[in-house]
């Protein structure tokens, strides 16, 4: 007892000490920081001005005016002082104003009679005279949020997300006729299909980053990052989806997965003896709810390919020409597929629960394209891809521990269906992706 | 380039004003083009002034200012011209609106002060150096080597007085040539050197221009072209001449990287006498091509009053800021004077209303292609 009495003593006093360790970084580093920011000098010897950055993230061509949106990208705040097309000088006017702080953004109105189809290039001068600038390869009037460009939106969404998806499904009936390897095949033939979207979508949000955002957002890391916590969320997510329906239909606790509820309260003998029909009940949710966690990590790439469609014909680098619309259409007629597909030995899904799937998988590439043809952002571009590419690795690794599952410990790689399934998987999409 | 325009003048509000909620425009400059309304701010150097505190010269003082140097006469009576020059190289200032640019100057303004002297004159010119490097004063024309302004250069604080005879007569560029001579030029040091023949030359309304461009962000290209240091500043504020008066310009190319420039003058023929040495015109045109330190005399007037544009007929210089018109008035001498003194005086009074001023005239645009 003393001892004890002694180590708790000698805890409080040094938790006194501990609050000093504690407080003294905070002090030195707070000392540093305003040194740092009022008197430079003093450590450095030039005060050389830091060079100023903005980054031209977007261009559109309105009836009688071109409008480049700016963005400081520098270290420090700057003034924008002119604006020229084409390297030649004209009087524009900017909102909110003039000078921008770190980060911030504003809208250069150039009154300008353009050209369709044109090149063009659009400079913003700061003022100490370095010029930025960025090229258009072809000028194309800006989508208008009207009811007009909107149903067209709205159009070549689905027919480019959910009629698809929609198609895919009708495979529901004949996945369920398929033998064990057959269905192993198409449970990795769906799982290659999503890897090679998720690292299309990476790809993508990669080039967006390097191409379109300035170093200052270190958007490259941001990808990475919202990818991983988007995939671990979804993770959590899951496991709460199929902990919760797994209690309401009174789960089997021997059953060994990576989704098994320890901490399930409730639980008792009786529940347990009646394992096998727990078990089936386990059989046909686990799958249902991995057949819904795809639809969502689908829709959200749907999000944002709707986003770069969107986009695409805003920027004016897209004649959306019928072959493009077809090439997206094949492509994403195997999302459906990947859908189904862990669906295939439950009990008969009801067709508006089926239905409801699609939308989910398909609908958002209306919204994407409505967003990014109206409203694009590279930056939210890039954090919607990278949230698409973190859902579809989450819905790759529930079919893998899926498919670990029923085939067993070690089941995964010895059955070269699930090998064969997964290349051909990701060749689909390859050559269908060659379309678009 | 065909510009077709009829002009209406009028006053811009100030950019003090810009923070109020007041609807600003832009545009209207060119025939076909919308006028926009903002609530934000107007980046238009077409039509905006540079606060005096910061521009890098007055354009309208240049334009007729020549300095004919402090006069003294030697003893065999020939006149003794003296001029102080003071290069410095510390400065910035506004070379174009809104543009802040590292500027070497003779006498704080690029161009640097036109000198004047008549054929046979002893010029003696005092180069202070107030900069930071070694600089010198090169003047074109004929002078001994040691007076070249090429092997000695002055030392940051030094001092050195060239003394020469003015001769030939003609126009001149004097800059600075010490290396890397690039350099030199493109900041500034430069100037117009002017060498009257002994008989004269017809009374006229004289100015000088000097052509120019500045590489705001050192990619040896020019971000900006001028006539008389600040683009389209004779936009704004056109300059006054007098119909049927002959009008003589003293024009000098000092345009780095790009190897022309050129000057057109609208609805109108000019004589040309190039280098300005011989009193027999070369050429009567209406376009002179010119690489960097060539220089002439144009000759003109103007039969009908209005409006007419001045410009490089490179048009890409033209569009980045070597563009002016001149107001031919329908009058006499005296009334062009008292027009002039009340454009001034309206200057003087809108910069005293704040900082930083756009009062200006905007040239207002109908007609047609």
């Known amino acids: ?436 | 380039m065909i510009f077709a325009i009829s002009t209406m003048l009028y006053s811009r509000s100030s950019l003090s004003d810009q923070n109020s909620s007041k609807l600003d425009t832009v545009g209207g400059h060119t025939p076909g083009y919308p006028i926009l309304q903002t609530t934000g701010d107007i980046l238009d150097p077409t039509s905006f002034v540079i606060n005096p505190k910061n521009a890098v010269v007055d354009p309208m003082k240049y334009l007729r200012e020549f300095n004919y140097g402090r006069i003294s006469t030697s003893s065999n009576g020939t006149v003794i011209r003296d001029f102080t020059l003071i290069a410095s190289d510390r400065q910035t200032k506004e070379v174009s609106p809104g543009v802040f640019y590292n500027v070497w100057t003779f006498n704080g303004t690029i161009p640097g002060p036109t000198i004047r002297a008549t054929e046979g004159d002893i010029i003696r010119i005092t180069l202070l150096n107030n900069g930071t490097k070694f600089h010198s004063v090169h003047f074109h024309g004929i002078h001994p080597a040691e007076m070249d302004g090429v092997f000695e250069g002055i030392a940051p604080g030094g001092k050195f007085t060239y003394e020469f005879t003015a001769q030939p007569f003609g126009v001149f560029p004097y800059h600075c040539h010490m290396q890397p001579l690039e350099e030199h030029i493109t900041h500034g040091l430069y100037g117009v050197f002017i060498v009257d023949p002994k008989q004269g030359r017809p009374q006229a309304d004289e100015m000088v221009m000097l052509m120019n461009g500045y590489d705001t962000d050192f990619d040896t290209e020019n971000n900006f072209y001028t006539v008389n240091g600040i683009p389209f500043y004779y936009m704004h504020h056109p300059i006054q001449i007098e119909k049927n008066r002959l009008i003589r310009i003293y024009l000098l190319n000092m345009l780095e990287f790009d190897p022309l420039n050129n000057f057109h003058l609208h609805a109108n023929m000019f004589d040309f006498y190039k280098t300005g040495t011989k009193l027999i015109p070369d050429e009567y045109t209406d376009i002179v091509t010119m690489n960097q330190a060539e220089r002439g005399i144009l000759e003109f007037s103007y039969k009908y009053p209005g409006m007419y544009m001045f410009h490089a007929h490179k048009t890409e210089f033209a569009e980045k800021g070597w563009t002016g018109l001149f107001l031919v008035k329908d009058g006499t001498a005296q009334s062009v004077n008292e027009d002039l003194n009340v454009t001034s005086r309206r200057n003087i009074t809108n910069y005293s209303t704040s900082d930083f001023n756009k009062t200006t005239n905007l040239v207002s645009t109908g007609g047609v292609k």
């Not at chain 1, 901490?263 to 529940?271: A, G, I, T, V």
């Not at chain 1, 690794?397 to 899926?402: A, F, K, L, T």
């Open chain 1, 1 to 436: 007892m003393e001892r004890e009495e002694g180590n708790i003593h000698n805890t409080y006093r040094i938790s006194k000490r501990t609050i000093l360790f504690g407080v003294v970084p905070f002090i030195v580093i707070g000392a540093m920081v305003v040194l740092l920011l009022n008197s430079p000098e003093i450590i450095f010897q030039s005060s050389v001005k830091p060079l100023p950055e903005i980054s031209i993230e977007k261009v559109e061509f309105l009836d009688d005016n071109i409008v480049a949106f700016v963005r400081n990208t520098g270290p420090s705040e700057i003034t924008i002082a002119q604006a020229d097309v084409n390297d030649r000088i004209y009087p524009a006017a900017i909102e909110p104003g003039r000078t921008l702080t770190r980060l911030a953004d504003a809208k250069v109105i150039i009154p300008f009679v353009w050209n369709r189809g044109e090149p063009y290039e659009i400079g913003i001068t700061t003022d100490d005279g370095t010029r930025f600038h960025e090229k258009v390869k072809s000028a194309a009037p800006a989508p208008r949020p009207t009811v007009g460009q909107a149903s067209t939106f709205a159009l070549i969404g689905t027919y480019v997300g959910v009629i698809p998806v929609m198609m895919g499904l009708v495979w529901y009936p004949f996945i369920r006729r398929l033998s064990s390897n057959k269905y192993n095949f198409f449970l990795s033939l769906t799982a290659g299909l999503l890897v090679f979207l998720g690292i299309d979508a990476l790809l993508e949000s990669n080039e967006i980053a390097v191409n379109a955002l300035a170093p200052a957002f270190n958007a490259q890391i941001l990808i990475i990052m919202v990818a991983i916590v988007t995939l671990i969320t979804l993770l959590y997510v899951s496991q709460r989806l199929i902990q919760r329906a797994s209690k309401r239909s009174k789960p089997d606790i021997e059953y060994k997965s990576g989704y098994s509820s320890r901490s399930e309260p409730d639980l008792d003998l009786k529940d347990i003896r009646s394992s096998p029909t727990s078990f089936q009940q386990q059989q046909m949710i686990r799958p249902i709810a991995i057949s819904m966690m795809i639809s969502i990590g689908i829709g959200l790439h749907n999000f944002g390919e709707g986003l770069a469609i969107g986009a695409a014909v805003l920027l004016g680098e897209v004649a959306l020409s019928s072959f493009l619309i077809l090439g997206f259409t094949l492509h994403n007629t195997t999302e459906g597929l990947a859908i189904v597909a862990p669906m295939a030995k439950s009990r008969r899904i009801p067709l508006a629960k089926l239905m409801v799937m699609g939308l989910i998988a398909g609908g958002p590439t209306i919204l994407g394209a409505w967003i990014g043809g109206f409203l694009y952002s590279p930056i939210a571009t890039v954090i919607f891809l990278s949230i698409g590419a973190g859902a579809i690795f989450q819905v790759v690794y529930s079919i893998g521990s899926w498919m670990y599952h029923i085939n067993g410990r070690g089941g995964l790689l010895n059955n070269h269906w699930i090998i064969i399934g997964f290349a051909f998987g990701m060749l689909i999409m390859y050559l269908t992706g060659l379309l678009v």
